[in-house]
C-alpha cells in the first residue's frame, strides 16, 4: 500500500521560532499533498492543498504568510510555522494523493507530528 | 453547507461486544464515503471506502452500511477488541473547485474495555 511518512514526530520550540514539517511519499509519485491540522478531540481541519510544482492553495482564515508550504517534488512537500506562537501548538498531519485519474480520489495519511511551542 | 456529523460522540463498550457507529452528510456533490480509525496520536488510516452504488462493505469485523437517499452510513464492529478503541472518522469526497476534497465528520471516540 502506499506510505506517507511525516517528519520530525514531534517538536518542542520555543516561542518566535520557525519549525519545518516534512511530508514525504515514500512508494508513489504524490500529484497533490494536502495539510491538516487537528486539535485535541476534534477532527482533522484542513489548512491548504499544493499540487507539486505549483504555489498551495489556502483555506479561508490560514495564513499563508504563517504556514509556509513548499511542494518542491512529487515526493515531498514541507510545511513551515514561521514565528511560532503557543496557539499554533497542535497536531500537524499531512495526507498525499497520486494520479489524477485515481477515481477513489484515494489520499494517503502521514503519521502526524506533534508541535508544542512553549 | 457540506456537513458530515457523527453519533454518537463517545462510546464505551466490553470487550467482544459489537457497535455500531452513525454518520449523516449533506454533501453535495457527493464522490464516495470513507469510515477512518484514528489511534491516538497517529494519522487516519482508511477502513472502507463506498461508492454512491454500494450499499454495503466488510473489511474483517467492520461492516460499513451507506444509504445514499437518506444520507447515512454506519460503520458496524463486531466481537470488538482491545486494539478497537481509537476514533473512527466519517469522510466524504466531494468535488470543489476542479479538486475533491475530504469532508471529515465531527469523529467517534470508541473505548474498548476488558
Known amino acids: 500500500g502506499a506510505v506517507v511518512s511525516q517528519h520530525p514526530s514531534r517538536v518542542i520550540c520555543k516561542s518566535g521560532t520557525s519549525v519545518k514539517i516534512e511530508c514525504r511519499s515514500l512508494?508513489?509519485?504524490?500529484?497533490?499533498m494536502f495539510w491538516y491540522r487537528q486539535f485535541p478531540k476534534q477532527s482533522l481541519m484542513l489548512m491548504a492543498t499544493s499540487n507539486e510544482g505549483s504555489k498551495a492553495t489556502y483555506e479561508q482564515g490560514v495564513e499563508k504568510d504563517k504556514f509556509l508550504i513548499n511542494h518542491a517534488s512529487l515526493t515531498l512537500s514541507t510545511l513551515t510555522v514561521t514565528s511560532a506562537h503557543p496557539e499554533d501548538s497542535s497536531f500537524y498531519i499531512c495526507?498525499?494523493?497520486?494520479?489524477?485519474?485515481?477515481?477513489?480520489?484515494?489520499?494517503?495519511f502521514g503519521p502526524g507530528t506533534r508541535l508544542t511551542v512553549l | 453547507k457540506n456537513q458530515v456529523e457523527q453519533s454518537p460522540q463517545s462510546l464505551i463498550i466490553l470487550e467482544g461486544k459489537n457497535c455500531t457507529l452513525q454518520c449523516n452528510y449533506t454533501v453535495s456533490p457527493f464522490s464516495n464515503l470513507r469510515w477512518y480509525k484514528q489511534d491516538t496520536g497517529r494519522g487516519p488510516v482508511s477502513l472502507t471506502i463506498?461508492?454512491?452504488?454500494?450499499n454495503t462493505k466488510s473489511n474483517g469485523r467492520y461492516t460499513a452500511t451507506l444509504d445514499a437517499d437518506t444520507k447515512q452510513s454506519s460503520l458496524h464492529i463486531t466481537a470488538s477488541q482491545l486494539s478497537d478503541s481509537a476514533s473512527y472518522i466519517c469522510?466524504?469526497?466531494?468535488?470543489?473547485?476542479?479538486?475533491?476534497?475530504?469532508?471529515f465528520g465531527t469523529g467517534t471516540r470508541l473505548k474498548v474495555l476488558a
Open positions: 512508494d508513489f509519485q504524490a500529484t497533490t
Open positions: 495526507s498525499a494523493r497520486g494520479s489524477i485519474w485515481d477515481s477513489f480520489n484515494e489520499q494517503f
Open positions: 469522510v466524504v469526497s466531494s468535488l470543489h473547485s476542479g479538486t475533491y476534497k475530504y469532508i
Open positions: 463506498m461508492t454512491f452504488s454500494e
